[in-house]
């Protein structure tokens, strides 16, 4: 497979292409330090893989991501960071990432890039057993049987939990669930309450977790 890795950090960067290159099935295609080198070289390199870190000057990896992933054959993305954030995390699943992984693992990136090759996703270094369509080019995956999953959820619980992992706000929510924001409001208290969370990036992280 070819990488590409956009890092601001010259040493992981170094490291990271150093560990990948040693891999018999793993090329480098390029190296760069922001989003804009990572959306050059995704566009010139034909990477299968981009591998990006978050927080960079100028154009940050999610803006970079969400150019990457809109091209008309776009390469898997997956993320490599520092900040194992709820909120970063379901940013980065909702734009369409194949994975989230923890730069303290570097040893861990290329058995996860071949995951993610497979068709699988990987979130922070844990590989998701079933075949998610995060990343554009991923086998598409059978909707996921949440009654399974959140069994103590009423439909439109879940209904709203799947809608709030795609990355929706409460009226986007409202609109796409036929229902009122208040309505919306009521279900996420209900949804919190019985599965113990804090908050609705808690309930999609819940959600993308579950599905290992």
């Known amino acids: 497979m070819r990488v590409v890795i956009a890092d601001d950090d010259a040493v992981v960067a170094e490291s990271l292409q150093i560990v990948l290159d040693a891999q018999p099935d793993i090329e480098v295609a390029g190296c760069g330090t922001d989003g804009a080198d990572a959306v050059r070289l995704a566009a010139d390199a034909a990477p299968d893989i ?10 940050d990896g999610l803006a970079a991501a969400e150019k990457i992933l809109a091209s008309p054959t ?3 993305v997956v993320f490599l960071t520092t900040f194992s954030d709820d909120e970063y995390i ?3 699943l909702a734009l369409g990432a194949a994975g989230y992984l923890i730069k303290q693992d570097v040893a ?4 996860a890039l071949r995951a993610v090759m497979a068709g699988r996703s990987v979130l922070e270094g844990e590989v998701l057993e079933r075949a998610v369509a995060l990343g554009a080019g991923a086998p598409a995956a059978e909707k996921p049987d949440l009654t399974a999953i959140f069994p103590q959820l009423t439909d439109r619980e879940r ?3 799947a809608l709030i992992a795609e990355g929706l706000d409460n009226r986007e929510v409202a609109a796409a669930a036929y229902m009122g924001e208040g309505t919306v409001r009521n279900h996420i208290s209900s ?4 599965l113990g969370l804090r908050n609705r990036t808690q309930i999609a992280v819940a959600y993308w977790r579950a599905l290992r």
């Open 50 to 59: 981009v591998l990006l870190d978050i927080q960079m000057p100028g154009m």
């Open 74 to 76: 776009p390469p898997r």
């Open 90 to 92: 379901v940013r980065a």
């Open 108 to 111: 861990g990136v290329a058995p």
């Open 159 to 161: 209904e709203v939990v």
């Open 191 to 194: 949804i919190l309450a019985k």
